[in-house]
């Protein structure tokens, strides 16, 4: 069966200090992935999502990046860090978005201070 | 763009009583596909259930289904004897059959009090 893994679940970290998140699925191969945030009492917004390995498509113009190195691994990044960036980050996977819907990870908690 | 909107920030039911939670959505397409996601305390996204815009049948999980209707662009959810692991934030979503971008409404966030 697939799994998605994603950590860490809480991070806390300075204003201006980098940023990396990762995410990985097992038991598929060449999954669509996505990098959601979710600030505190509202929706998911979509950050960003991949079709395949390098191909990385951005939504919303940001301090954010992802990058995919591996088929099956995501990860989210920033250089500097700003207060806004603090929130609920999600990872998710689909193979077949019209079909399944997506399944997501666990979560990474950020808190920038 | 297409819009998802949830216009109840938080409902309340009684254990074993029904609760109907309400989603609107925006958009110019014919195919599309709306789901129901669950999210509890844990964070984690749980798909509750999905609907195929071309059919008509409502669909239905045990003790959810929803009431779509196409012509009004609403797509409500119902839980029928609700039960406290229900207590959850639930969001509806939308998904294009054309792009790769889910959209979220803002989430009800449903008590069940015993």
């Known amino acids: 069966s697939q799994t998605i893994h994603q950590w860490p679940a809480t991070l806390v970290q300075p204003v201006g200090s980098p940023l990396s998140l990762e995410c990985t699925v097992e038991?598929?191969?060449?999954?669509?992935l996505y990098w959601y945030r979710q600030a505190a009492g509202r929706g998911l917004q979509l950050l960003f999502y991949s079709v395949g390995i390098g191909q990385i498509s951005s939504e919303v113009p940001q301090n954010l990046s992802a990058s995919r190195p591996q088929d099956r691994q995501f990860i989210l990044s920033s250089k500097k860090l700003l207060l806004s960036d603090s929130g609920f980050y999600l990872c998710?996977?689909?193979?077949?978005?019209?079909?399944?819907?997506?399944?997501f990870g666990s979560g990474t908690r950020l808190t920038v201070v | 763009a297409q819009t998802v909107t949830q216009s109840q920030p938080e409902m309340s039911v009684q254990e074993a009583e029904t609760v109907t939670l309400s989603c609107t959505y925006d958009?110019?397409?014919?195919?599309?596909?709306l789901f129901w996601y669950k999210q509890p305390p844990s964070r984690q996204m749980i798909l509750v259930i999905r609907?195929?815009?071309?059919?008509?049948q409502n669909a239905t999980e045990n003790r959810f289904s929803v009431n779509f209707q196409k012509a009004a662009k609403s797509f409500s959810l119902k839980i029928s004897d609700s039960q406290l692991g229900d207590a959850a934030m639930y969001f509806c979503?939308?998904?294009?059959?054309?792009?790769?971008?889910?959209?979220f409404g803002a989430g009800t966030r449903l008590t069940v009090k015993p």
């Open positions: 958009t110019s397409e014919s195919d599309y596909y």
């Open positions: 998710a996977w689909s193979r077949d978005r019209i079909n399944y819907g997506y399944t």
């Open positions: 609907q195929e815009a071309y059919k008509q």
């Open positions: 979503a939308y998904n294009s059959y054309n792009n790769n971008d889910m959209r």
């Open positions: 038991g598929t191969s060449n999954p669509n």
